[in-house]
């Protein structure tokens, strides 16, 4: 069991973003596409478990002094770190096997987003904003490699919107490891560049760049773009509440201490957002 806690499987699901400009684009039914994504979606999926690894082996220390990392298995010692080492290198070359068969667009952006990840593991997550932009960063450039597997021209929309709503998850995963901490009593969040002090302006600027997406994604609904792709536009207008309610929630829960430190596993087990998520669905379907 320590073993496959490895390979935190349940983030794999951010790796669905690669599906995004299909969605998007209105191409879902493109069969060859989708079987493209799914591959893509293995080979970015195996490369974030050893990236994953990779960033547990030195983070360790760090994660010793966590309340709740300390759990993990290097951190625990219930894996031997050799073996991490070895089991990462296995993921990384099967990774490179599938990206090279997909389109060389893909394998440089996944061989950029490996590079990424290594030096926010070793040296940028401590350094204070950089490690939250380079989060944002990297959730969007998921979306960059999905569109480049399947041949789509990627919107300045969607991009914007990326940016601004990762960026805010980004910091809500912050915020609530340094509330984390302050609640025991530690000043310092282990391994990062913040202080408890930094709390109430984390959470002004997270929620202000979640509010921010929700501004971009009203703009692009009344932009001329729209119509090319709906039947129904005016039914698109209902995701601007939906999401600004989502975004809002999603900083109580966090400015409570009510918030899991990472934001993507909170909204799965959420049964509001897994409902909002059902609606907007529904509201899609309704403006095609």
Known sequence: MAYLKLFRFHQWVKNLLLFVPLITAHKLADTESVILLIEAFFSFSLCASAVYMINDLADLEADRQHPTKRHRPFASNSVPVIHGIIIAALLLLASTVIAMQLSIQFFMVLGLYFAVTLGYSLKLKSIALIDVLLLAGLYTLRIIAG?????????????????????????????????????????????????????????????????????????????????????????????????????????????????????????????????????????????S
Request: contains cysteine; hydrophobic residues 50%.
């Open 147 to 287: 569109a480049y597997v399947v041949n789509i021209e990627l919107s300045f929309w969607l991009l914007n919107f990326s940016i601004f709503i990762f960026f805010s998850l980004a910091l809500v995963k912050r915020y609530s490891e340094l509330l984390l901490m302050q609640s025991i009593d530690k000043s310092q969040l282990a391994g990062r560049g913040y202080q408890s002090g930094d709390l109430s302006l984390l959470r002004t600027m997270g929620i202000g760049s979640g509010f921010i997406s929700v501004l971009i994604l009203a703009l692009y609904i009344d932009s001329p773009n729209i119509k090319i792709l709906y039947t129904h536009p005016e039914y698109v207008w209902l995701l601007c509440p939906l999401f600004l309610y989502w975004i809002s929630r999603i900083w109580l829960k966090t400015h409570r201490g009510e918030m899991h430190d990472d934001p993507v596993v909170f909204a799965l087990r959420d049964y509001a957002s897994i409902l909002i998520a059902c609606i907007g669905a529904v509201i899609f379907w309704l403006a």
